[in-house]
């Protein structure tokens, strides 16, 4: 069965970059649509004002700046999809990280979902609440986690 | 998920802040800091701060304050911790004196970062055990590190 439709999940940064570009790798050797997903997190935001660290106005400036990176950031990897020649797009969400891109990929019948490594589980708790362990257990979809940036680069190099 | 441990360096704890006032606790730790090389600008890290304070005060109870700010001054994210056994008067919103101070900045490149380390600096400081083992067991820098890995591994 081809794998038409890749979706990435990108959350800004270095790590991210290497995603992509595995990404935009498979995409171009399976010749699949790629689809790269930027969530900005809004439940960060209101716990952030619940626990009152954060104010009203100060988490309002916070999700403009996290969406406006985010839209950069997107815009950063179109150009590297579009250099490969590989059919891309991309989309800004808001809300729950993993909830977001969960229902996004299968709105868009993503076979496959690229995502960083999540980190080292240390705690119990972290099971239930890091973004990224949470992604990766719920997807409906297979999982590939990207690791090794060295290998990623070396590969990403060899498509032109 | 990043954790403050890795993060929150023990030359950037100052154990026994003199400041009585919330300016003045902020001028000294932010000094610190800018002394152990997190800082590049320290007047605009203080300023960055003080800015914050003004849309209301980030002591948020129960002894602790976390004044914070994107700011040009620093690369990446930073974090600095200062403790006073007198207490500073941070118009904190229960209205006790804070004797746990994080201040924390973030270029604003990973503000992403910045907003996690907040919620996770914010989610571990509710615990009283954590907070009271900070103000009263934690001996040195290394005392601090250590009380964050160990709650950070209990979660």
């Known amino acids: 069965m081809p794998i038409k439709n890749i979706m990435v999940a990108v959350a800004g940064g270095a790590a991210s970059i290497i995603t992509a570009k595995y990404a935009i790798y498979l995409a171009r050797v399976m010749s699949s649509k790629l689809t790269a997903v930027y969530v900005v997190n809004e439940r960060l935001l209101q716990d952030l004002m619940r626990s009152r660290v954060v104010v009203d106005i100060e988490a309002r400036v916070y999700e403009k700046d996290l969406e406006e990176q985010g839209k950069l950031f997107l815009e950063r990897i179109k150009k590297a999809a579009e250099t490969k020649k590989v059919e891309f797009e991309s989309v800004v969400l808001r809300g729950l990280v993993h909830e977001e891109i969960i229902k996004k990929a299968q709105e868009t019948s993503t076979c496959l979902l690229v995502m960083g490594n999540p980190r080292e589980i240390t705690s119990r708790k972290e099971v239930f609440s890091d973004e990224g362990e949470l992604l990766f257990r719920e997807a409906k979809c297979p999982v590939v986690i990207v690791k090794n940036p060295e290998e990623v680069e070396k590969l990403y190099k060899e498509i032109t | ?155």
């Not at chain 2, 704890?13 to 009585?20: D, G, I, P, R, V």
């Not at chain 2, 919330?22 to 701060?49: C, P, T, W």
């Not at chain 2, 083992?133 to 160990?150: G, M, Q, S």
């Open chain 2, 1 to 155: 998920m990043e954790r403050i441990s890795e993060y929150l360096q023990k030359e950037a704890c100052l154990m026994e802040l003199k400041a009585t006032t919330k300016e003045e606790a902020i001028r000294e730790l932010s000094g610190h800091m800018a002394r152990v090389g997190l800082v590049n600008d320290e007047q605009q890290f203080i300023q960055d701060l003080i800015e914050r304070e003004k849309l209301g005060s980030t002591g948020i109870g129960h002894k602790v304050a976390i004044p914070h700010a994107p700011t040009q001054s620093v690369d990446g994210f930073v974090i600095g911790f200062a403790r006073s056994s007198a207490g500073v008067d941070f118009a904190a919103m229960d209205g006790d004196e804070v004797n746990l101070i994080f201040a924390m900045g973030t270029n604003p490149q990973e503000l992403s970062l910045y907003l996690q380390m907040l919620s996770q600096l914010s989610r571990l400081l509710r615990n009283e055990t954590f907070r009271n083992e900070l103000i009263h067991t934690a001996k040195t820098p290394e005392d601090v590190i250590n009380l964050f890995k160990k709650f950070e591994k209990e979660g």
